[in-house]
Structure formats: structure tokens, C-alpha cells
């Protein structure tokens, strides 16, 4: 569930996952990881998403 809230609020703010990769320090490719659910994430790349996101952390965690 969570892999499918960071893909919508990626496209919403209209970011590529390069993009949004590059804006938060992570490779593109664990970024694609989380979206699809294969791999766990660190908080600190919990608090790196919302950061690039722009967003809250509660907001990141709210799905």
C-alpha cells in the first residue's frame, strides 16, 4: 500500500523518478524498489522522500 501512495504523490507533483531520486539523495532504482514494494526503506529515506516531496512526514505515512 504504501509503494502505491509514494507513486501517486510522486505524479502528483510531477516528478519522473529520476527526478524525485535526484531531489532526495536515493537511487533511482531503490526508489522504483519502494514503488513496487521489493525492498524495505530506512527511515532516513522516509524522511528524505517527504523532504523532496515537500510534504510532511505524517503526510507520507497518512495512506
Known sequence: ?????????????GLS????????????????????GDINMSFNSLIELSQGLEITLKDLMDF
Request: net charge positive.
Open 1 to 13: 500500500m504504501f509503494g502505491n501512495h509514494l507513486k501517486v504523490l510522486r505524479k502528483s507533483k
Open 17 to 36: 523518478h529520476r527526478k524525485l531520486a535526484a531531489k532526495c539523495n536515493i537511487d533511482h532504482a531503490d526508489l522504483v524498489r519502494y514503488e513496487k
